[in-house]
């Protein structure tokens, strides 16, 4: 077992999955983290309104994912839709994880047992 500190993000533009192995101090197996939610909101009065509430919310979501994922050398993000790619942009231009090494795939929505696995697959461990 490696002691880099790994982890994995199963995303679609509502719902994250993070799974890694190791908390502040060290590196050790594999754990799923709480599942991650983005609020989305309805009924605005303006598409400007909507789009606003859209880029906050969102920004949110990614900062939550961030907090977890503090201190992972090499990050793992799959998912459904287009949102991973748009989180691997936002991590390129964040200072904190603009080195970070992150692979991106494509995944269908899966069980955080089933993504825990997929994880392990990934960085073989």
Known sequence: MSDKKLAGIWMDSENAIVVKNHDIESAFKFFLCDPVKRIVQGGNSSENAANNAEQTNTAKFFKDLEHLITNTQELYVTGTGTIQ???????????????????????????????LEKVKEHFNA
């Open 85 to 115: 790619e748009q989180f691997k942009n936002h991590l390129a231009e964040t200072a904190q994880f603009k080195n970070l090494k992150v692979t991106l795939g494509t995944d269908q929505k899966m069980s955080g047992d089933q993504f």
